[in-house]
């Protein structure tokens, strides 16, 4: 059973960092793809960042060159390096894994950005950030 618990949300202000953490567990090869998804209030599911099997990041406009995904797959980690973090930050952050993984070569809002295209979510870890 695939099992997702991200952790290391908090409060933040306004040009600070924050490091986001995803322990997964279950899968049984490592062909998946992973992803961070955010959530404000009365607003969409937003994917922001992914990573295919082979390391290959991208990510959204609104966080290229302020965050950084990376896996730790000897301690089956995800991680979410965020700095210069904006109060428009301020959501539920999710990670998500998908076993259909392809070659990541840029960021689709229509498949890496999908939230239906990912078939295992985390609970979600909340992000403040004041201004």
């Known amino acids: 059973q695939v099992q997702l618990v991200e952790s290391g949300g908090g409060s933040e202000q306004a040009g600070g960092s924050l490091r986001l953490s995803c322990a997964f567990s279950?899968?049984?090869?490592?062909?998946?793809?992973m992803a961070w998804f955010r959530q404000a209030p009365g607003k969409l599911r937003e994917g922001i960042a992914a990573?295919?099997?082979?390391?290959?990041?991208a990510y959204a406009d609104s966080v290229k060159g302020r965050f950084t995904i990376s896996k730790d797959n000897a301690k089956n980690i995800l991680y979410l390096q965020m700095n210069s973090l904006k109060p428009e930050g301020a959501a539920t952050y999710y990670c998500?894994?998908?076993?259909?993984?392809?070659?990541?070569?840029?960021?689709?809002?229509?498949?890496?950005?999908?939230?239906?295209?990912?078939?295992?979510w985390g609970q979600g870890t909340q992000v403040a950030v004041s201004s």
């Open positions: 990573i295919d099997m082979d390391g290959n990041t």
């Open positions: 279950g899968f049984t090869d490592n062909k998946y793809c």
């Open positions: 998500a894994a998908d076993g259909r993984c392809t070659e990541i070569t840029e960021f689709d809002p229509g498949w890496e950005g999908t939230p239906g295209r990912y078939t295992h």
